[in-house]
T-cell receptor
Framework: QQQVKQSPQSLIVQKGGISIINCAYENTAFDYFPWYQQFPGKGPALLIA?????SEKKEGRFTISFNKSAKQFSLHIMDSQPGDSATYFCAATPNQAGTALIFGKGTTLSVSS | EPEVTQTPSHQVTQMGQEVILRCVPI?????FYWYRQILGQKVEFLVS????????KSEIFDDQFSVERPDGSNFTLKIRSTKLEDSAMYFC??????????FGPGTRLTVL
Protein backbone atom coordinates (compact mmCIF):
# COMPACT_ATOMS: atom_id res chain seq x y z
CA GLN A 1 0.00 0.00 0.00
CA GLN A 2 3.05 2.21 0.37
CA GLN A 3 4.08 1.69 -3.25
CA VAL A 4 3.94 4.16 -6.08
CA LYS A 5 3.90 2.42 -9.46
CA GLN A 6 5.46 4.32 -12.35
CA SER A 7 5.46 3.63 -16.07
CA PRO A 8 7.01 3.41 -18.54
CA GLN A 9 10.50 2.52 -17.37
CA SER A 10 12.01 4.28 -20.37
CA LEU A 11 10.72 6.61 -23.03
CA ILE A 12 12.12 7.91 -26.30
CA VAL A 13 10.47 11.00 -27.76
CA GLN A 14 11.25 13.13 -30.77
CA LYS A 15 12.17 16.74 -30.19
CA GLY A 16 8.98 18.77 -30.07
CA GLY A 17 6.86 15.79 -29.09
CA ILE A 18 4.86 15.15 -25.92
CA SER A 19 6.32 12.97 -23.16
CA ILE A 20 3.82 11.27 -20.86
CA ILE A 21 4.74 9.45 -17.66
CA ASN A 22 2.13 7.76 -15.49
CA CYS A 23 1.98 6.91 -11.80
CA ALA A 24 -0.52 5.13 -9.60
CA TYR A 25 -0.84 4.79 -5.85
CA GLU A 26 -3.03 2.94 -3.37
CA ASN A 27 -2.58 4.70 -0.06
CA THR A 28 -5.45 7.16 0.33
CA ALA A 29 -3.46 8.97 3.01
CA PHE A 30 -1.14 10.33 0.32
CA ASP A 31 -1.88 14.00 -0.03
CA TYR A 32 1.02 15.56 -1.93
CA PHE A 33 2.41 14.38 -5.24
CA PRO A 34 5.69 15.88 -6.48
CA TRP A 35 7.65 15.06 -9.59
CA TYR A 36 11.43 15.15 -9.45
CA GLN A 37 13.91 15.39 -12.31
CA GLN A 38 17.32 13.81 -11.92
CA PHE A 39 20.34 14.19 -14.18
CA PRO A 40 23.17 11.63 -13.98
CA GLY A 41 25.31 12.13 -10.89
CA LYS A 42 22.99 14.76 -9.44
CA GLY A 43 20.35 14.82 -6.75
CA PRO A 44 16.62 14.83 -7.53
CA ALA A 45 15.32 18.33 -8.20
CA LEU A 46 11.68 19.26 -7.72
CA LEU A 47 9.97 19.86 -11.04
CA ILE A 48 6.31 20.36 -10.19
CA ALA A 49 3.91 19.16 -7.50
CA UNK A 50 0.17 18.84 -6.99
CA UNK A 51 -2.30 18.30 -4.19
CA UNK A 52 -5.48 16.25 -4.78
CA UNK A 53 -7.83 19.20 -4.50
CA UNK A 54 -7.02 20.14 -8.12
CA SER A 55 -7.14 17.97 -11.23
CA GLU A 56 -4.41 19.72 -13.18
CA LYS A 57 -1.44 21.97 -12.61
CA LYS A 58 0.65 23.56 -15.31
CA GLU A 59 4.04 25.21 -15.09
CA GLY A 60 5.52 26.17 -18.43
CA ARG A 61 5.86 23.05 -20.57
CA PHE A 62 5.17 20.73 -17.62
CA THR A 63 1.65 19.66 -16.61
CA ILE A 64 0.47 17.27 -13.91
CA SER A 65 -2.92 15.64 -14.42
CA PHE A 66 -4.46 14.12 -11.30
CA ASN A 67 -7.33 11.63 -11.08
CA LYS A 68 -8.22 11.20 -7.43
CA SER A 69 -10.90 8.54 -7.94
CA ALA A 70 -8.54 6.39 -9.99
CA LYS A 71 -5.58 7.18 -7.72
CA GLN A 72 -3.49 8.05 -10.74
CA PHE A 73 -1.44 11.04 -11.78
CA SER A 74 0.69 11.79 -14.78
CA LEU A 75 3.34 14.19 -16.01
CA HIS A 76 3.08 15.66 -19.48
CA ILE A 77 6.07 17.41 -21.01
CA MET A 78 5.01 19.47 -24.01
CA ASP A 79 7.42 20.39 -26.79
CA SER A 80 10.04 18.02 -25.37
CA GLN A 81 13.63 19.20 -25.80
CA PRO A 82 16.96 17.32 -25.72
CA GLY A 83 17.72 19.14 -22.45
CA ASP A 84 14.73 17.36 -20.91
CA SER A 85 16.59 14.05 -21.24
CA ALA A 86 16.80 12.86 -17.64
CA THR A 87 15.23 10.43 -15.20
CA TYR A 88 11.85 11.47 -13.84
CA PHE A 89 10.50 10.21 -10.53
CA CYS A 90 6.99 10.59 -9.28
CA ALA A 91 6.53 10.56 -5.53
CA ALA A 92 3.80 10.67 -2.93
CA THR A 93 3.56 11.49 0.73
CA PRO A 94 0.91 12.10 3.37
CA ASN A 95 2.30 15.64 3.40
CA GLN A 96 2.78 15.81 7.12
CA ALA A 97 6.02 17.45 8.04
CA GLY A 98 8.81 14.96 8.48
CA THR A 99 7.17 12.11 6.62
CA ALA A 100 8.82 10.07 3.90
CA LEU A 101 8.50 10.67 0.21
CA ILE A 102 7.64 7.38 -1.47
CA PHE A 103 9.20 7.34 -4.92
CA GLY A 104 8.26 5.50 -8.07
CA LYS A 105 10.96 3.51 -9.86
CA GLY A 106 11.69 6.28 -12.32
CA THR A 107 11.38 6.85 -16.05
CA THR A 108 14.42 7.51 -18.18
CA LEU A 109 13.45 9.98 -20.88
CA SER A 110 15.53 10.44 -24.01
CA VAL A 111 14.57 13.25 -26.36
CA SER A 112 16.14 12.80 -29.76
CA SER A 113 16.97 15.75 -31.95
CA GLU B 1 18.98 30.38 -4.07
CA PRO B 2 19.61 28.38 -0.89
CA GLU B 3 20.60 24.77 -1.41
CA VAL B 4 21.43 21.62 0.48
CA THR B 5 25.12 20.75 0.40
CA GLN B 6 26.75 17.39 1.09
CA THR B 7 30.30 16.23 1.73
CA PRO B 8 32.18 14.32 0.59
CA SER B 9 30.95 13.86 -2.96
CA HIS B 10 32.53 10.41 -3.07
CA GLN B 11 33.60 8.19 -0.20
CA VAL B 12 35.44 4.92 -0.63
CA THR B 13 35.72 2.64 2.39
CA GLN B 14 36.59 -0.91 3.32
CA MET B 15 33.89 -3.29 4.44
CA GLY B 16 33.44 -3.12 8.21
CA GLN B 17 34.66 0.45 8.52
CA GLU B 18 32.59 3.32 9.87
CA VAL B 19 31.67 6.24 7.64
CA ILE B 20 30.09 9.58 8.37
CA LEU B 21 28.26 11.43 5.63
CA ARG B 22 27.72 15.13 6.16
CA CYS B 23 24.99 17.50 5.07
CA VAL B 24 24.26 21.16 5.54
CA PRO B 25 20.51 21.65 5.14
CA ILE B 26 18.90 24.88 3.99
CA UNK B 27 19.36 27.27 6.87
CA UNK B 28 15.77 27.97 7.94
CA UNK B 29 14.55 24.42 7.45
CA UNK B 30 13.54 22.33 10.43
CA UNK B 31 13.05 18.85 8.97
CA PHE B 32 15.92 16.77 7.69
CA TYR B 33 15.97 13.52 5.77
CA TRP B 34 18.32 10.88 4.43
CA TYR B 35 17.53 8.82 1.34
CA ARG B 36 19.62 6.38 -0.61
CA GLN B 37 19.65 5.29 -4.23
CA ILE B 38 21.33 2.09 -5.29
CA LEU B 39 22.70 2.45 -8.82
CA GLY B 40 19.91 2.42 -11.38
CA GLN B 41 17.16 2.01 -8.79
CA LYS B 42 14.60 4.26 -7.15
CA VAL B 43 15.24 6.65 -4.31
CA GLU B 44 14.49 5.03 -0.94
CA PHE B 45 13.68 6.78 2.32
CA LEU B 46 15.94 6.07 5.29
CA VAL B 47 15.05 8.48 8.08
CA SER B 48 13.59 11.86 8.96
CA UNK B 49 14.71 14.05 11.84
CA UNK B 50 13.10 16.96 13.66
CA UNK B 51 13.87 18.75 16.91
CA UNK B 52 16.83 16.46 17.59
CA UNK B 53 14.75 13.33 17.31
CA UNK B 54 14.02 10.76 14.65
CA UNK B 55 10.49 11.38 13.30
CA UNK B 56 10.21 8.38 11.04
CA LYS B 57 12.52 5.64 9.83
CA SER B 58 12.29 2.87 7.29
CA GLU B 59 13.12 -0.82 7.59
CA ILE B 60 16.45 -0.09 5.93
CA PHE B 61 17.48 2.17 8.82
CA ASP B 62 18.64 -0.54 11.20
CA ASP B 63 21.03 -0.43 14.16
CA GLN B 64 24.08 0.14 11.96
CA PHE B 65 22.74 3.58 11.02
CA SER B 66 22.49 6.67 13.18
CA VAL B 67 21.81 10.34 12.58
CA GLU B 68 22.88 13.41 14.46
CA ARG B 69 22.71 17.17 14.30
CA PRO B 70 25.99 17.94 16.05
CA ASP B 71 25.69 21.71 15.72
CA GLY B 72 23.37 24.34 14.31
CA SER B 73 24.20 23.68 10.69
CA ASN B 74 25.32 20.09 10.06
CA PHE B 75 23.27 16.92 9.82
CA THR B 76 25.14 13.62 9.68
CA LEU B 77 24.48 10.00 8.79
CA LYS B 78 26.77 7.45 10.37
CA ILE B 79 27.07 3.91 9.12
CA ARG B 80 28.82 1.92 11.83
CA SER B 81 30.10 -1.17 10.07
CA THR B 82 29.72 -0.85 6.34
CA LYS B 83 28.66 -3.75 4.16
CA LEU B 84 29.09 -4.22 0.43
CA GLU B 85 25.36 -3.67 -0.04
CA ASP B 86 25.61 -0.21 1.54
CA SER B 87 27.23 1.02 -1.68
CA ALA B 88 24.83 3.63 -3.03
CA MET B 89 24.23 7.33 -3.49
CA TYR B 90 23.10 8.89 -0.24
CA PHE B 91 20.98 12.02 -0.48
CA CYS B 92 20.24 14.47 2.25
CA UNK B 93 17.08 16.56 2.01
CA UNK B 94 15.46 19.28 4.06
CA UNK B 95 12.08 20.94 4.30
CA UNK B 96 10.61 23.88 6.13
CA UNK B 97 7.54 21.88 7.11
CA UNK B 98 4.90 20.27 4.97
CA UNK B 99 5.49 20.22 1.24
CA UNK B 100 8.63 20.26 -0.78
CA UNK B 101 11.74 18.42 0.24
CA UNK B 102 14.91 19.84 -1.28
CA PHE B 103 17.66 17.37 -2.07
CA GLY B 104 21.40 17.77 -1.98
CA PRO B 105 23.75 16.55 -4.73
CA GLY B 106 24.48 13.30 -2.91
CA THR B 107 27.46 11.34 -1.63
CA ARG B 108 28.49 8.30 -3.59
CA LEU B 109 29.52 5.62 -1.09
CA THR B 110 31.61 2.75 -2.40
CA VAL B 111 32.27 -0.13 -0.02
CA LEU B 112 35.09 -2.46 -1.08
Amino acid sequence: QQQVKQSPQSLIVQKGGISIINCAYENTAFDYFPWYQQFPGKGPALLIAIRPDVSEKKEGRFTISFNKSAKQFSLHIMDSQPGDSATYFCAATPNQAGTALIFGKGTTLSVSS
Amino acid sequence: EPEVTQTPSHQVTQMGQEVILRCVPISNHLYFYWYRQILGQKVEFLVSFYNNEISEKSEIFDDQFSVERPDGSNFTLKIRSTKLEDSAMYFCASSGGVGTQYFGPGTRLTVL
